[in-house]
């Protein structure tokens, strides 16, 4: 089965899931030269995604003296925690997350394959965070304009799947319920097969409280 290229997500998960039967495993992102070779749309639309998180992100963390390498990440979202200084994560805002598939490679099997978004729950601390007052440049314009009579800081945070990566995965099932197919009916259940992948624990206390929440926002 080395080098099977499966971008159905049913069949790439069906094979990952045989290959560690409800266990985590280790998963590479693939190379962003392997992520696009096949797919030369695809390649075009990871670009223009790619330079638009580089500029969000840049004009957050560049000047601060805080910035991360901002290139090589086939994931990135840019978030803005809220809460107040105790609990910062009670309360976020996304500023920014890509939406492209993203590839991946199984190294022991070689299988390799792409899923969409809506085919993951990403779980990843931040890779760099910034506390922001409401006077700073980089104080989302959303919330400094959203009519509160006080305007508290946040903490920025960043996040990534950097291309080559390797990374804690496991196939997890997930239900949901169709309408019934007539007035009185019974909804009808189904599973669908879903990615879960994972970064090491955050460097401090703070990076595991802002874990990236946005797997909890999923909705059928």
Known sequence: MTGLDLNDPDVFLSRLEL????????????????AGAKDQGGAQDRAADEREGDAV????????????????????????????????????????????????????SGI???????????SLAPIAMRRVEPNDAAYPADLASDGSSEANAVILAHYGLEYGGEYRAQVISESYHLPPDEPGGEPTRREQRILRIADSPGESSLAERLRLPLEREWSY
């Not at 290959?19 to 392997?34: M, T, Y």
């Open 112 to 122: 390799h394959g792409r899923l969409p978004q809506r085919r993951l729950r990403i």
């Open 19 to 34: 290959q560690a039967p409800g266990r985590e495993f280790s998963l590479r992102i693939a190379a962003r030269d392997d």
């Open 57 to 108: 992100i840049r004009s957050v963390f560049e000047e601060s003296g805080t910035s991360p390498a901002v290139r090589g990440f086939a994931y990135r979202a840019l978030l803005a925690f809220t809460g107040p200084e105790d609990r910062p994560e009670s309360g976020y805002m996304t500023l920014y997350a890509s939406d492209q598939a993203i590839a991946f490679r199984h190294a022991i």
